[in-house]
């Protein structure tokens, strides 16, 4: 678990793959908040940069020089209805994940 005051950013990184992936996937609460389709060079996101409940989410996918794969999540601003699970998956990759609370 990771915990957050209320109001503060809340950053993430979950995935490292040496293996580029060709599916990149952000959940909340097994709600998929992003995903990223690297053969359909296809990027979507209800978190970014406000979802419905209007908070404020930055994920980026990038590869580095030696190939592998990062994926990180910013959230800013966050509030205890960002609390929650919070897991990464990708092809090629086990999914993992982190538990974050943000008091209020």
Known sequence: ??????RSDVPLRLLQSIIPPQLVTWHHNDKIIYYKDATASKEVSSAAPED????????VTDTDA?????????????????SGNYTCQASHTEPDSVYVFVSS
């Open 1 to 6: 678990m990771k915990p957050f005051q209320n």
């Open 52 to 59: 419905e409940n209007g908070r404020r989410a930055h994920i």
């Open 66 to 82: 030696s190939d592998k794969t990062h994926s990180r999540l910013l959230i800013t601003d966050a509030t205890t209805a960002d």
